[in-house]
């Protein structure tokens, strides 16, 4: 096919009316043309913005749709044939799909399927190799597996033969499935049998010995899947594995882990820790499992890379391992650091002595005793009080080398021991100025009841909160008033946010009710600063309204000027952040009470989305009397919609506070199965957020689940999800 009649038709397409990434699709023709044209740097470009418009980070729109017919007849015109079919398959493979029906993208790829299985037998094993990835993800299993099986017979190039086994399984599992059985001869071609491995998993074939076989010989297994696929296979096949969530398929998962940490050749020791960490990121019996096997890595002269990071996510089962991360945090570089940093959870004792030593080597260490690493994911134990690890932190803090993160994480710290540590009041005092927001924060835990440590304290506070810089005069006042109960500094800083610019106005909002009576001052701010409201406002406006309005109903009780209030914060549509708005301001709704019913439309509504049901819960539950809690708002009925929320992990803590105000009349035995399984399954439900605080989280979220069915059914003595052999917990049994 010639190029020219490749884009026949080109103009008759309503491009403006359609969208892509960023807009109207209306430079689509010329981008086309740039793609068709003779300059392969003109034409790189145009495919690197097909890539960025038509398939965005993997999703499609209504105009990409539209465009696949054009980059269907290039590449059957041998165009860019390889580029343009993989491109095609990654459209045809999302399902991620914005303003456009869906299945719709995918329906147009397998509308061009004659110009895509021409090219499974194209000269060049590339195209055929894309071809066949195009292919596969049409969904057209009448069409495609024919013409693929036919191949197969044929296909003499790895690669292809690789991506001819997946594309079977992937178009039809239980026909495929011989296939990839074929595939796994013990003399075939290690890319063939480690592709063939992820094909059985997805054709839910049992596993087996030559299975387990195929990979271990296929080590190290990096690159030997398709290459159009983003994975490690060997992380990839232990994923699968786990995810049938199983005894038999754990077991089979940790005994080829197991096998390939102790192959000791560098590379695939690398891999297998790779693996092994996605396992226990995927699995909670991973850690107890695998670390007898991974604990003895750390004596190698050059530990695999990874391990110590492994470790680290893990440090509360580590242990074990204590000594051996002891050796190498007292060594240098980033190694010492992290394995320091894993120490200080594993073994404190043994890490306070060696952060003191080194104090200004170990940022990550010192993030992780200070606790600011958890970014409020999970509330880690302090870390324990050290007279010389104090001595290091006051003589690190006077250092004007202590820039950036660390002398907020120095401040940390110390505010974590109170007053054992007021000996560093006066480096505290010097620093203030350079940690506005830590500083005054980290002082009120510090200072004594009395004494000259006290009198600089409250003298250095008063002078932040009225003369300091902006962004900390909230703060001072906030330890001052703590410290001695002046509330004039307080009212200045809260006043000065209510009618200044307002950039901390929601850390503001949530002062107010500290001050006693002598808010009533602030009143009329407030209500000017609600009746101030510009029309476009942003995330961090709309947090302060719905602050400000439930401050307001604190102190006087309009229960009207809250609702609209809250109501108009909860229906903003800005973008997807404000899902996190509406999700906030539901929550401070639950403060109103009664006074939040006429609010039930609007938290009715968030009831759809997990992110908002637990906190709508609440506040219906907190709003409406009990005669209005039938129908969709039938207890059972909402104890269904907060399971969903706790299952994904989003809002978890006020998942299970509402599950426990639904009460346990309320719960089926499905729902308490559910939450069984949250408290004692296998698999990880957190599995989103800070890498190294994922397992911590999903742990906290097992602690809480297992906590709330105690309180729900009396049941005492639950556990995690496995004892010392990694086996799976029995369920508690119902009395």
């Known amino acids: 096919m010639d190029r020219t009649l490749a884009l026949a038709g080109l103009d008759d397409r309503p491009w403006?009316?359609?969208?892509?990434?960023?807009?109207?699709?209306?430079?689509?023709?010329?981008?086309?043309?740039?793609?068709?044209?003779?300059?392969?740097?003109?034409?790189?470009?145009?495919?690197g913005e097909l890539y960025g418009s038509i398939l965005h980070q993997g999703t499609v729109y209504a105009a990409t749709a539209e465009a696949v017919p054009f980059l269907a007849r290039l590449a059957a015109a041998g165009h860019r044939s390889a580029d343009l079919l993989v491109l095609l398959?990654?459209?045809?493979?999302?399902?991620?799909?914005?303003?456009?029906?869906?299945?719709?993208?995918?329906?147009?790829?397998?509308?061009?399927?004659?110009?895509?299985?021409?090219?499974?037998?194209?000269?060049?094993a590339q195209v055929r190799q894309a071809a066949v990835w195009a292919a596969g993800h049409t969904a057209a299993t009448a069409e495609a597996w024919p013409v693929l099986r036919g191949r197969w017979e044929e296909e003499t190039d790895d690669a292809v033969r690789a991506e001819l086994v997946t594309a079977l399984v992937r178009l039809d599992p239980a026909r495929g499935a011989p296939t990839a059985l074929a595939a796994l001869a013990p003399d075939g071609p290690a890319r063939v049998r480690v592709t063939a491995v992820l094909a059985c998993l997805a054709a839910g074939l049992p596993w087996d010995i030559r299975q387990h076989d195929a990979?271990?010989?296929?080590?190290?297994?990096?690159?030997?899947?398709?290459?159009?696929?983003?994975?490690?296979?060997?992380?990839?096949?232990?994923?699968?594995?786990?995810?049938?969530?199983?005894?038999?398929?754990?077991?089979?998962?940790?005994?080829?882990?197991?096998?390939?940490?102790?192959?000791?050749?560098?590379?695939?020791?690398?891999?297998?820790?790779?693996?092994?960490?996605?396992?226990?990121?995927?699995?909670?019996?991973?850690?107890?499992?695998?670390?007898?096997?991974?604990?003895?890595?750390?004596?190698?002269?050059?530990?695999?890379?990874?391990?110590?990071?492994?470790?680290?996510?893990?440090?509360?089962?580590?242990?074990?391992?204590?000594?051996?991360?002891?050796?190498?945090?007292?060594?240098?570089?980033?190694?010492?650091?992290?394995?320091?940093?894993?120490?200080?959870?594993?073994?404190?004792?043994?890490?306070?002595?060696?952060?003191?030593?080194?104090?200004?080597?170990?940022?990550?260490?010192?993030?992780?005793?200070?606790?600011?690493?958890?970014?409020?994911?999970?509330?880690?134990?302090?870390?324990?009080?050290?007279?010389?690890?104090?001595?290091?932190?006051?003589?690190?803090?006077?250092?004007?080398?202590?820039?950036?993160?660390?002398?907020?994480?120095?401040?940390?710290?110390?505010?974590?021991?109170?007053?054992?540590?007021?000996?560093?009041?006066?480096?505290?005092?010097?620093?203030?100025?350079?940690?506005?927001?830590?500083?005054?924060?980290?002082?009120?835990?510090?200072?004594?009841?009395?004494?000259?440590?006290?009198t600089a304290t409250t003298e250095h506070l008063r002078a932040a909160a009225l003369h300091g810089p902006d962004e900390g005069r909230l703060s001072a006042?906030?330890?001052?008033?703590?410290?001695?109960?002046?509330?004039?500094?307080?009212?200045?800083?809260?006043?000065?946010?209510?009618?200044?610019?307002?950039?901390?106005?929601?850390?503001?909002?949530r002062l107010v009710t500290a001050l006693g009576e002598a808010v009533e001052e602030l009143v009329p701010a407030i209500r000017a600063a609600l009746a101030d409201r510009p029309e476009r406002r942003s995330i961090p406006r709309l947090d302060a309204e719905a602050e400000l309005a439930a401050a307001l109903w604190d102190i006087t009780g309009d229960d009207a000027t809250a609702v609209a209030v809250l109501e108009a914060v909860i229906r903003a549509d800005g973008g997807p952040w404000t899902r996190w708005t509406a999700l906030r301001a539901a929550k401070l709704a639950v403060r109103l009470g009664p006074a939040a019913r006429p609010l039930r439309p609007a938290l009715e509504e968030l009831l759809a989305t997990p992110l908002h049901a637990p906190a709508a819960v609440l506040a219906l539950l907190a709003g409406l009397p009990e005669e209005e809690l039938h129908g969709p708002l039938d207890r059972t009925v909402l104890a269904g919609r907060v399971l969903d929320a706790a299952e994904s992990a989003v809002d978890a803590d006020s998942a299970f506070e509402a599950l426990s105000e639904l009460g346990r009349a309320a719960l089926t035995d499905e729902h308490l199965h559910r939450i069984e399984r949250l408290a004692q399954g296998d698999r990880r439900v957190v599995t989103g957020g800070i890498a190294d605080q994922i397992i911590r989280a999903?742990?906290?979220?097992?602690?809480?689940?297992?906590?709330?069915?105690?309180?729900?059914?009396?049941?005492?003595?639950?556990?995690?999800?496995?004892?010392?052999?990694?086996?799976?917990?029995?369920?508690?049994?119902?009395?």
């Open 16 to 47: 403006p009316e359609l969208d892509h990434a960023y807009g109207s699709a209306e430079d689509l023709p010329a981008v086309l043309r740039s793609l068709a044209g003779d300059d392969p740097e003109t034409a790189d470009g145009a495919l």
């Open 89 to 124: 398959g990654g459209i045809a493979e999302s399902t991620d799909e914005h303003g456009v029906a869906p299945g719709a993208c995918r329906a147009a790829v397998a509308g061009q399927l004659p110009f895509v299985l021409d090219l499974v037998g194209a000269g060049e």
């Open 215 to 454: 990979v271990l010989a296929a080590l190290p297994a990096d690159g030997q899947d398709s290459a159009f696929e983003e994975r490690q296979p060997l992380q990839a096949v232990v994923g699968g594995l786990l995810r049938r969530d199983t005894a038999e398929d754990r077991e089979a998962a940790f005994a080829l882990l197991e096998a390939a940490l102790r192959i000791p050749a560098p590379d695939v020791r690398a891999e297998a820790v790779r693996a092994a960490d996605h396992a226990c990121m995927v699995s909670r019996s991973a850690p107890a499992r695998l670390l007898p096997v991974l604990l003895p890595l750390l004596d190698e002269p050059e530990p695999p890379h990874g391990v110590v990071a492994l470790l680290d996510k893990v440090a509360e089962q580590a242990g074990a391992g204590a000594t051996a991360l002891a050796r190498l945090a007292a060594g240098q570089g980033d190694l010492a650091d992290r394995a320091l940093a894993a120490l200080v959870t594993a073994a404190p004792a043994l890490a306070a002595p060696l952060l003191a030593e080194r104090l200004p080597e170990r940022p990550r260490a010192l993030a992780a005793a200070s606790g600011a690493r958890a970014h409020g994911t999970v509330v880690n134990a302090p870390f324990p009080y050290d007279a010389a690890l104090l001595d290091a932190v006051r003589r690190r803090l006077a250092d004007p080398e202590s820039k950036g993160n660390e002398p907020i994480h120095l401040a940390l710290l110390l505010a974590s021991w109170g007053r054992r540590a007021a000996p560093a009041v006066p480096e505290l005092l010097d620093v203030l100025p350079r940690i506005p927001l830590a500083g005054p924060t980290a002082l009120m835990a510090l200072c004594p009841d009395e004494g000259e440590h006290r």
């Open 477 to 509: 006042a906030r330890a001052l008033h703590e410290l001695t109960g002046e509330t004039g500094p307080l009212l200045a800083a809260i006043r000065g946010e209510l009618t200044g610019a307002g950039r901390r106005l929601r850390e503001a909002a």
């Open 698 to 735: 999903d742990e906290e979220l097992a602690t809480r689940a297992r906590e709330t069915l105690t309180g729900l059914t009396g049941l005492t003595g639950l556990t995690g999800p496995t004892g010392p052999t990694g086996q799976a917990a029995p369920a508690p049994v119902r009395g």
